[in-house]
């Protein structure tokens, strides 16, 4: 089956420490997205990749890095910088980097901070 | 700069009542439009989306949506409630002017009572 896989479901940060979030797609998608999700705070756009080995900044990438090294696979580094990480990430596929372009997403990571 | 409103952060339904679930963008350009589910601790999955064809789209689950650009409006409805409608619902706009950023609304709960 064709889709979007996330893993772990659920992570837990220490403090100072890095986590690593897993995004992979088998749906031959160009572009992908990650998003964090808030409680009454809707999505907001952490960073975005039009293509391999490119990928740029959204609403609130401070505090989070990113690599786009194959097409299927975006993963999603939350640093140390991060001061409030506790939260629904989502991890999103479309075919092109379009305005009207579908936007396919993953089951989702939530990452809590002991 | 895209955003989107969503009036009404909880909605509650009987079982077999309408479902009207409303959606409000900013835009200066004809947006590209879309309305996502999303059950709990999953992702978000497609209802439907307008892009600029028929005013009047038809999703999934017997979701529709009527696109007035009089009103800047995308309301989503369905004729009748079943108890598995009960979910998180989001609205989403695509700017023309920035790619296939989206901007999404709060979210709108949606309860349905037997």
């Known amino acids: 089956d064709g889709g979007i896989t996330q893993s772990p479901k659920y992570l837990f940060r220490k403090e100072g420490q890095n986590v690593t979030l897993s995004c992979e797609q088998n749906l031959n998608h160009d572009a992908m997205y990650w998003y964090r999700q808030d409680p009454g705070q809707g999505l907001r756009l952490i960073y975005y990749s039009q293509i391999v080995n490119d990928f740029q900044k959204g609403d609130i990438a401070e505090g989070y890095s990113v690599s786009r090294e194959k097409k299927e696979s975006f993963p999603l580094t939350v640093t140390s910088a991060q001061k409030n990480p506790t939260a629904f990430y989502l991890c999103a596929s479309s075919s092109r980097y379009r305005t009207q372009e579908t936007q396919y997403f993953g089951p989702g990571t939530r990452l809590l901070v002991l | 700069a895209q955003s989107v409103t969503q009036l009404g952060s909880h909605v509650s339904v009987s079982e077999g009542a309408l479902v009207l679930l409303r959606c409000n963008y900013s835009s200066s350009v004809p947006p590209y439009l879309f309305w996502y589910v999303q059950y709990p601790n999953q992702g978000l999955q497609l209802l439907l989306k307008?892009?600029?064809?028929?005013?009047l789209v038809k999703g999934i689950n017997g979701f529709e949506a009527e696109f007035k650009k009089s009103e800047t409006s995308f309301h989503l409805t369905k004729p009748s409630a079943h108890m598995s409608d009960a979910a998180e619902y989001f609205c989403a706009v695509s700017d023309p002017n920035t790619g296939n950023q989206f901007y999404f609304g709060t979210g709108t709960s949606l309860t349905v009572i037997p």
């Open positions: 307008y892009t600029s064809a028929a005013t």
